[in-house]
């Protein structure tokens, strides 16, 4: 039997067990005493591939998500005596536990004393101590940037390596705080007297799950991390976290990875895998790729070049206004009616002398609205490059009302 426990197969499969003993109901006591001698010492990567393996069977992740904190309860105190990984200054898992210990500090000798403070307070009183909460709300909407860079940044390379499913709960969970903020926020704004066991209940929810969620962060996403990734990605992370920003508190300082030279290292990730690709700022796609992009925006695009010749025009299968290929190559003004050409002249001159940067017009054409607007292109110096011609057809944008969200019919 010994052997059988530490076989990792094994252990999956018991932890699964484990777990959908849990959802049909059974207590975390009876799931403690039944599978003691796997609880005792299971790892983050376990727990990591139990709940994808759940979601690869078809638990939907709505299901692992709804009951992942009883799942956490139940593996805390084996996980807690797993030593947490270490990082250095500046490096991205450094920085998101600098950031928990903020925002720890922020609910313990801030909002929760405000909290104790409301609970007593009398009702002339009630408002002055919701605005100071307001305040720390303020403050702990930071926690937006910390799951931004997880999600957007990490979880992408987890993923590469085929773990996705605690990636996608733990997503919906952060989404579940993002919702709890905003409806905290409101109550505190709006605030009216009596009404504070309702806002002391909401916000101490809400400060439990942020709790909570450091927990899986720290004894589970992020020791599972440190394993699979390697220092070039971990450096890819670093360089691009400055985009979305920091939580609370910035990074102790530059990171400089140890294993090579850090313009080496630059030099690796910007050559590798690139052969066939044309490299962006932000990305590269392959030659197919972009047209394909282009061809597919919901709008119409042509090019023209600071010399006034037209070199690209997108092909969607609805364009508005038809462009024959003939059209490559000629003086823009040459492609407009003998009446519009001043119209044309005036628009590039104003873009090459800096005096405009964009142009707009709206026209009724065959039961249709049509928005054209041109955009004067410049460098990152201000040099002009050219003029982007952009038409839509907006006759139903143009009636939307209200809102929709995602997947609704």
């Known amino acids: 039997m010994s052997e059988l426990i530490h076989n990792r197969e094994y252990r999956i499969k018991a932890l699964k067990e484990l777990i959908m003993d849990l959802h049909r109901g059974k207590s975390v006591d009876e799931v403690k005493q039944r599978f003691r001698e796997i609880i005792k010492d299971v790892s983050a990567e376990e727990v990591s591939a139990m709940e994808q393996a759940l979601i690869q069977e078809g638990m939907p992740v709505e299901e692992v998500q709804r009951l992942c904190d009883v799942h956490a309860a139940i593996f805390k ?19 998101f536990f600098r950031e928990n210990r903020a925002i720890e500090e922020l609910i313990e000798k801030e909002i929760n004393p405000l909290l104790k403070d409301l609970k007593s307070a009398q009702t002339d009183r009630e408002r002055e101590v919701a605005q100071a909460l307001l305040e720390k709300i303020n403050l702990l909407f930071d926690v937006e940037k ?21 990636s996608k709960v733990m997503w919906g969970v952060d989404d579940e705080i993002r919702s709890d903020l905003k409806r905290v926020r409101d109550m505190l704004y709006n605030y009216t007297p ?28 992020f020791p599972t991390a440190k394993q699979k990734l390697t220092e070039d990605e971990w450096y890819q992370i670093y360089k691009s976290e400055d985009e979305i920003g920091y939580c609370l508190v910035e990074p ?62 997108s092909a969607g299968k609805d364009r508005i206004f038809t462009r024959p290929k003939t059209v490559l190559g000629r003086k823009v003004q040459n492609c407009h009616p003998p009446a519009s050409y001043h119209i044309v002249e005036k628009i590039l001159q104003n873009f090459k002398e800096g005096k405009r940067d964009v142009e707009e017009f709206w026209i009724n ?45």
Request: hydrophobic share 35%.
């Open 365 to 409: 054409l065959n039961g249709k609205l049509v928005h054209i607007r041109y955009f004067a292109v410049r460098d990152e110096a201000g040099k002009y490059v050219g003029t982007l011609e952009v038409t839509q057809e907006i006759s139903r944008i143009k009636e939307l009302q209200g809102e929709k969200r995602l997947l609704e019919d």
């Open 252 to 313: 102790e300082g530059e990171w400089k990875p140890q294993r090579v030279d850090l313009e080496m290292l630059s030099e690796a990730i910007a050559d590798s895998s690139t052969k066939g690709f044309v490299k962006f700022s932000t990305g590269m796609l392959t030659p197919k790729e972009i047209e394909l992009i282009f061809n597919h925006l919901p709008v119409d695009i042509t090019f023209v070049d600071k010399d006034d010749t037209v070199r690209y025009f």
């Open 146 to 166: 910390h799951y931004k860079r997880k999600e957007e940044l990490l979880f992408p390379y987890l993923e590469k390596y085929g773990i996705y499913g605690p």
């Open 77 to 95: 105190e084996a996980l807690e005596q797993k030593p947490q990984p270490q990082a250095t200054p500046g490096h991205p898992l450094n920085t």
């Open 194 to 221: 009596g009404s504070k066991e309702t806002v002391v209940e909401k916000m101490t929810e809400l400060t439990n799950k942020i709790k909570e969620m450091i927990f899986k962060e720290e004894r589970i996403l």
